[in-house]
């Protein structure tokens, strides 16, 4: 039973258009979410988090927003570059002390 | 070091063979993880460890898989009598507090049983 989806296992987005990455959850203990980025043969790569008490999170071109009632969470990056081509993880943990919980990957392509 | 170091990089082991997969975290980190990602799947706990508290240990498949944390620092993953299934990307993370703040990867162990 998968706690935190990504139903989108790829997602192809031109350079310069948003991008907008997808994850749900089902365990409402879960308060605070992050996105890790992944190069091939990298460990994954801290990008942005959010905590519940808000529904939106910026740091440059990316953001993140937060649904609670939907259980829902996306990663928007715009506008996008190549260098954004990349596995994204969703990753999601409780207050109660879980570890993360990550999401099965979306990978990413921008293509120039 | 400035991030956190796994060692080795690279390890292709016999069937039946144990390994040892080892993990330094960054300096001060209390919390430190350790996931597994096997091709095409996303990141699977193990196991993890917080100060001297007991490891909370729920994500180990097999009682093949153990780990240990000397000194609250370094860490060591064993597996024995690998299988093939055991073939995977051994991650180990770090970070300050567990699961409120985000936490550091290192470079991941490929493991290869043959």
């Known amino acids: 039973d998968q706690q935190v989806k990504q139903n989108s296992p790829s997602l192809s987005v031109q350079e310069g258009r948003i991008s907008i990455l997808n994850c749900d959850y089902t365990?409402?203990?879960?308060?605070?979410f992050l996105w890790y980025k992944k190069y091939p043969a990298e460990g994954p790569t801290f990008l942005i988090s959010?905590?519940?008490?808000?529904d939106k999170n910026e740091d440059g071109r990316f953001t993140v927003f937060l649904n609670k009632s939907a259980k829902h969470l996306s990663l928007h990056i715009v506008p996008s570059q190549p260098g954004d081509s990349a596995v994204y993880f969703c990753?999601?943990?409780?207050?109660?002390?879980?570890?993360?919980?990550f999401g099965p990957g979306t990978r990413l392509s921008v293509l120039p | 070091g400035a991030g956190v170091s796994q060692s080795p990089s690279n390890k292709v082991t016999e069937k039946g063979k144990d390994v040892e997969l080892r993990c330094d975290p960054i300096?001060?980190?209390?919390?430190l993880y350790w996931y597994r990602q096997s091709l095409g799947q996303g990141l699977e706990f193990l196991i993890y460890?917080?100060?001297?508290?007991?490891?909370?240990k729920s994500g180990l498949p097999s009682d093949r898989f153990s780990a240990e944390r000397t000194g609250g620092s370094v860490s060591t993953l064993t597996i024995q009598r690998t299988q093939q299934e055991d073939s995977a990307v051994y991650l180990c993370?770090?970070?300050?507090?567990?699961?409120?703040?985000?936490?550091?990867f290192g470079q991941g162990t490929r493991l290869t049983v043959v």
């Open positions: 993370a770090s970070s300050f507090h567990r699961g409120r703040t985000e936490a550091f």
């Open positions: 365990n409402s203990m879960f308060d605070y």
């Open positions: 959010i905590s519940s008490i808000k």
């Open positions: 990753a999601a943990s409780a207050s109660v002390g879980q570890n993360f919980v």
């Open positions: 300096s001060g980190h209390t919390a």
């Open positions: 460890f917080q100060g001297n508290s007991a490891p909370d």
